[in-house]
């Protein structure tokens, strides 16, 4: 099973700026999945979607994140990436990155974190006020 590493948290100030990466374990590896997604979650809640994409192309995000934040993948489809701006305090969680194995219909890809089989470690992102 390949296995996805999440980089780029770290703290930082409201208003600042942030870019998470995820990248497949395997260096020679490139995703034949058609849905991938960022996830965060603090310590004793459920872990929430943050942004979807779908296909390479079609995005979707938290209304909380909206305007904000912006998941895109490179060229190759080996590095997904999660652009954070206008980071506020409620932004602080672990952040990780998952994707559905195989292809889905776009219908099955949304922000639930149980449809997802194939979850990073973590990146810790604080947001200090």
């Known amino acids: 099973q390949v296995h996805l590493v999440e980089s780029g948290g770290g703290s930082v100030q409201a208003g600042g700026s942030l870019t998470l990466s995820c990248a497949p374990s395997?260096?020679?590896?490139?995703?034949?999945?058609?849905?991938m997604g960022w996830f965060r979650q603090l310590p004793g809640k459920e872990r929430e979607g943050v942004a979807r994409l779908y296909g390479g192309g079609s995005t979707d995000y938290a209304d909380s994140v909206k305007g904000r934040f912006t998941i895109f993948q490179d060229n190759n489809k080996k590095t997904l990436y999660l652009q954070m701006n206008a980071l506020k305090p409620e932004d602080t969680a672990m952040y990780y990155c998952a994707s559905i194995s195989g292809w889905v219909s776009s219908n099955r890809c949304v922000l639930r974190p149980k449809d997802y089989n194939d979850w990073g470690q973590g990146t810790q992102v604080t947001v200090s006020s």
């Open positions: 395997h260096s020679g590896y490139s995703y034949n999945n058609n849905c």
